[in-house]
């Protein structure tokens, strides 16, 4: 079967193919930004994201833009969720608040990242364009999202939670369930966890879009 790389590059092959032929040129590939660092680390976490925000037209590698630390608005947020994640002990917002360019780097070269539409949009999403292309990719949608068995998956935004609901929930999954907080989650086979979040640019001060998701992951761990 090959390594993660390997079965990602073979897929976007096959997904290109797929797409009208004046949009393949545009598609933004994605996935595991270091496959071997992913593969290492524990938990394993995928972010399932949109699209990338590129009125540039796209055609280029999001694993890429993250080796190297770029966009720092989105994937500080990230870097903050990732680190706090991995740690044993409650992790005072002080260590957190500034990420400098190498931080960023080391933490989200253990992540794979996901955007469910691979076609650029523009800073607001056009749902209804967006349905379209998740519907015609839902197979690769769902093959992709197979790679990587994450033992994580943080859905980011309702409209992703909806598209993983219809195309990308395994039919073995039991209901969804709410932490204390109001926070919902999927509990797959093998402890694998599924959690219904905000998008890391949600306009929410930064301190409370990283506690809310970190609480409710060390709930649900806890029980």
């Known amino acids: 079967?090959?390594?993660?790389?390997?079965?990602e590059e073979q897929l976007f092959a096959k997904w290109r193919q797929h797409l009208p032929q004046n949009l393949r040129e545009s598609f933004v590939s994605d996935g595991a930004?270091?496959?071997?660092?992913?593969?290492?680390?524990?938990?394993?976490?995928?972010?399932?994201?949109?699209?990338?925000?590129?009125?540039?037209?796209g055609g280029w590698c999001l694993r890429e833009l993250l080796t190297q630390g770029e966009r720092k608005e989105t994937w500080d947020v990230v870097t903050r969720w990732v680190f706090a994640m991995r740690q044993s002990r409650e992790v005072d917002w002080s260590e957190l608040e500034h990420i400098n360019h190498e931080r960023r780097i080391a933490e989200l070269s253990t992540i794979a990242a996901m955007n469910l539409k691979k076609i650029p949009g523009g800073h607001t999403t056009?749902?209804?364009?967006?349905?379209?292309?998740?519907?015609?990719?839902?197979?690769?949608?769902?093959?992709?999202?197979?790679?990587?068995?994450?033992?994580?998956?943080?859905?980011?935004?309702?409209?992703?939670?909806?598209?993983?609901?219809e195309h990308m929930k395994p039919s073995d999954a039991g209901p969804w369930k709410r932490t204390s907080r109001g926070i919902?989650?999927?509990?797959?086979?093998?402890?694998?966890?599924?959690?219904?979040?905000?998008?890391?640019?949600?306009?929410?001060?930064?301190?409370?879009?990283?506690?809310?998701?970190i609480d409710a992951v060390q709930e649900i761990w806890r029980s």
């Open 1 to 7: 079967m090959g390594g993660i790389l390997e079965q």
């Open 33 to 57: 930004v270091n496959a071997d660092a992913f593969t290492r680390s524990a938990p394993k976490i995928l972010l399932l994201l949109k699209e990338v925000n590129d009125l540039g037209g």
């Open 126 to 165: 056009d749902a209804g364009s967006w349905w379209q292309a998740v519907m015609r990719d839902s197979e690769y949608i769902k093959r992709q999202y197979d790679i990587y068995k994450a033992d994580l998956t943080i859905c980011c935004g309702s409209i992703v939670t909806g598209a993983f609901n």
């Open 184 to 213: 919902e989650y999927l509990q797959l086979e093998g402890n694998r966890i599924v959690i219904a979040y905000s998008h890391p640019q949600a306009r929410i001060a930064s301190n409370l879009i990283h506690y809310g998701l």
